[in-house]
């Protein structure tokens, strides 16, 4: 039993040590093969960098523009006048209610005074209105919601509270915001789903010829007895390495890209465009960036090798 027993770790033991020379083979050859095959490696880098910049950079512009649109979106809030016969106290209980209907997120009480201070603020002459007074003004609410496609809807919802007079909602601001955010997704989606196809196309085709080039080896190796699996595997761990070194250098010249536009933007002063942190998308961009070049690299090698291998 004792010799049964050193018997199977021994074979345990030597076949990780098997596995282990045989992946340290298949990434050396794959490594080898990259500076062999060197102008046609870096023009898979090289491709992989351009199209991930170019889908990264119209993935990036659609993200700044609807977070713009969203900004806009949380100006656009709904007026609630309260009933002039309601108390200061009981209006500001109007609160609670508010804020417990569909689609509001908040509601900020303003009392007279604030409201006549909001009006006279519109000019620049207030002697003008020196005989305005607070009474003239209702106290009201502005409410702001969540989805500004549903204001229609909120703002008679609001009507119906008890001690709410009037509302007022400018829906063709709203529509019009959810028309360019719409607009602006649809098409972004559209350019982005096109760019990945284009470049999915052009990086198999490379590829395909780098592999081309060499199928004369394949074949060689091939007759000699070589598995297509001992065969495949340098080619996917080069593949893999082009994917993500293509993928990398990508994240980090967009990023570079990205921190000069935002500055560049920073001393113009443009105070009507913000640009969101690239800290805000960098996570999931580089895991989409990480998730095409290993699809790339290892999906097309794996792809383009298997025409070669039935000989």
Same mark, same amino acid.
């Given at each position: 039993?004792?010799? @049964?027993?050193?018997? +199977?770790?021994?074979m ?20 080898? #093969?990259?500076? +062999?095959?060197?102008? *046609? ?22 993200l ?8 806009? @979106? ?9 009933? @002039?016969n ?18 509001? +997120? ?6 007279r ?11 620049? !002459?207030?002697? %003008? ?26 703002? &008679? !919802? ?20 959810? +028309?360019?955010r ?11 789903a096109?760019? &990945? ?5 052009i ?17 060689? *190796? ?9 065969? %495949? ?8 390495i082009?994917?993500?070194?293509? #993928?990398?250098?990508?994240f ?10 935002? #500055? %560049?933007?920073? @001393? ?34 794996? *792809? ?8």
């Amino acid at each position: 039993m004792a010799d @049964e027993s050193s018997a +199977t770790e021994w074979m345990g033991i030597t076949t990780m040590k098997l596995s282990r020379n045989r992946t340290g083979y298949y990434i050396k050859e794959g490594v080898v #093969s990259i500076f +062999t095959h060197s102008l *046609m490696s870096f023009a898979s880098v090289c491709i992989i960098i351009a199209f991930l910049i170019i889908m990264g950079s119209f993935a990036l512009l659609a993200l700044n523009i609807n977070a713009l649109v969203g900004e806009l @979106e949380n100006e656009n809030i709904i007026l609630a006048y309260v009933d @002039e016969n309601l108390s200061e106290q009981d209006a500001r209980e109007l609160r609670s209610e508010l804020r417990s209907t569909p689609n509001v +997120t908040n509601a900020v009480f303003i009392t007279r005074e604030a409201a006549m201070q909001n009006f006279l603020g519109r000019y620049e !002459d207030t002697d %003008r209105y020196d005989d305005v007074d607070p009474s003239w003004f209702r106290h009201r609410f502005a409410v702001y919601v969540e989805d500004v496609a549903l204001i229609a809807e909120t703002q &008679l !919802d609001i009507r119906e509270i008890y001690g709410i007079k009037r509302v007022n909602a400018n829906l063709t601001i709203a529509k019009g915001l959810v +028309t360019v955010r719409n607009v602006v997704s649809g098409v972004s989606l559209v350019i982005v789903a096109v760019l &990945l196809v284009i470049s999915l196309f052009i990086m198999s085709n490379t590829i395909k010829l780098a592999t081309f080039e060499r199928r004369e080896e394949i074949a060689i *190796m091939k007759m000699v007895g070589a598995t297509n699996a001992f065969i %495949r595997w340098p080619f996917i761990c080069e593949g893999f390495i082009l994917g993500m070194t293509g #993928s990398l250098a990508a994240f980090a010249a967009i990023w570079a890209l990205y921190e000069l536009v935002a #500055s %560049r933007v920073i @001393e113009i002063e443009a105070g009507f465009v913000s640009i969101m942190p690239f800290s805000n998308v960098s996570l999931p961009l580089i895991v989409v960036f990480v998730a095409i070049g290993f699809g790339v690299g290892v999906g097309g090698s794996g *792809m383009a090798i298997n025409r070669y291998l039935n000989v």
